[in-house]
């Protein structure tokens, strides 16, 4: 995957001292931001240690990195995902040691985003704090990264709204850090890539003079990584610079496809979005479950999912017609955007039907094992699926009960016509 960077940090126009840190190797395919935080120079020592660490750790993997570049399977990003996380892990303890045992560096910590580019269009995102992980396609920015601070627990939860917590006092009270405690909560994704997609990591010195996430567009989409980066932070500096403010972009080479591309991820995102199962997910949701999915292509006239037969994949059409069959019939004919075998993902029960290619199809397939691992490690998400799991089953239910109650009234009216003689 090509890759064109551009990374800076700045110390502020009201710090003395800088106590972020950046690591950026395209060759490596990591990128690595944390914002230190301790008395003197803690912060420093935190945030330098946690990125040394990381690289470190993840050079260590360069094996598996490579292993999934040959293959290409989900079980070996997988693996690569959960390196992401020992990495984190590991610089969790070592930093949380070395403040144990040096009064000066007592309490100190930091933040961590940390993106490794796994190939075959994948990335992976390491997370702990409120330092972000943005995206930029399409002219729009998304923010793919979840804030770990008080507030925002509280926003997740239901108990306020975006607007309250926008003001409030406690709005960068972190509940989760990296070395302030021997271990930490860490969050990972897996995320789709394509080409022209610019992604921004930065620590909360650049995103706090942005209330807008939209604004950031106008460095994201510079032509010059460069020149776009330095226009976000000279601009942070501008309206305040009360904090250290670093950033790192960097731009996935080749064309972007075009809009309203089937295999795009933007398009996978906004397909997936109107299947009544997941509807009720956020953009940052949508990405973490397309980031689980494979795409698969299947020839004019092949069959790919066989009646009588068990499954565990839900297929999404992305572009193609298929058609549905029962036996020897035909029931129905499906074109971009129909989903089947949702099912699947719950039970192995057999399915009750055949579905065949009529055209050259391309997929979008998810397993019932990605689809758990992310019910068990996401309970938001969790929740919003099963709730959506149960009002589609509902409605399928009573669909099913009115066609039956239908079926008894005409049966009632054929029974009154035989006897009165009609028939």
């Given amino acids: 995957m090509q890759l064109t960077v551009a990374s800076r940090t700045d110390v502020g126009r009201v710090r003395t001292n800088n106590e972020d840190s950046f690591f950026a190797d395209p060759a490596l395919g990591l990128f690595v931001v944390c914002d230190g935080m301790g008395g003197h120079s803690a912060g420093e020592v935190a945030s330098q240690m946690a990125c040394n660490i990381i690289k470190r750790e993840l050079e260590a993997a360069s094996k598996q990195r490579e292993k999934y570049l040959q293959s290409g399977k989900p079980s070996d990003i997988k693996g690569l995902r959960k390196a992401v996380e020992a990495a984190i892990h590991t ?43 943005y995206v930029a396609r399409g002219g729009a920015v998304h923010q793919l990264s979840e804030d770990h601070t008080y507030v925002n627990e509280l926003v997740r939860r239901g108990a306020l709204t975006k607007e309250q917590a926008k003001n409030h006092p406690q709005g960068n009270v972190l509940s989760r850090a990296l070395g302030v405690q021997p271990n930490v909560p860490v969050d990972t994704m ?9 992604y921004l990591l930065c620590s909360d010195g650049l995103y706090n003079y942005f209330p807008n996430t939209p604004e950031l567009a106008d460095g994201l989409g510079n032509p010059d990584l460069n020149t776009g980066l330095n226009l976000l932070i000279d601009r942070a500096l501008d309206r305040g610079g009360h904090d250290n403010t670093t950033g790192i972009t960097f731009r996935v080479g080749g064309e972007p496809p075009p809009e309203g591309h089937a295999t795009a991820a933007e398009q996978r995102i906004a397909i997936l979005k109107r299947i009544p199962f997941f509807s009720h997910l956020s953009y940052n949701e949508l990405v973490k479950v397309v980031g689980l999915t494979q795409l698969a292509r299947v020839k004019a006239g092949d069959v790919f999912i066989t009646e009588g037969e068990p499954g565990d994949e839900l297929y999404v059409v992305l572009a193609g017609d298929v058609q549905v069959i029962k036996g020897e019939q035909v029931i129905v004919n499906l074109n971009a955007g129909a989903h089947i075998g949702e099912m699947a993902l719950i039970d192995n029960a057999p399915r009750s039907a055949s579905v065949r290619a009529q055209s050259d199809v391309n997929l979008l397939v998810m397993r019932r094992e990605e689809f758990f691992s992310i019910i068990r490690s996401e309970p938001v998400i969790a929740t919003k699926l099963l709730w959506s799991f149960v009002q589609v089953l509902s409605g399928r239910l009573r669909d099913t009960n009115e066609a039956l109650a239908r079926k008894e009234l005409d049966d009632d009216e054929l029974e009154v016509f035989i006897d009165d003689g009609e028939g």
């Fill in 91 to 133: 610089a969790c303890k070592e930093v949380f040691k070395k403040a144990s045992k040096s009064p000066e560096h007592a309490g100190m910590g930091t933040t961590v985003t940390v993106v490794l580019i796994a190939g075959h269009d994948k990335g992976i995102l390491g997370h702990v704090g409120d330092s972000r992980l």
């Fill in 190 to 198: 897996v995320f789709d890539m394509d080409p022209g997609d610019t």
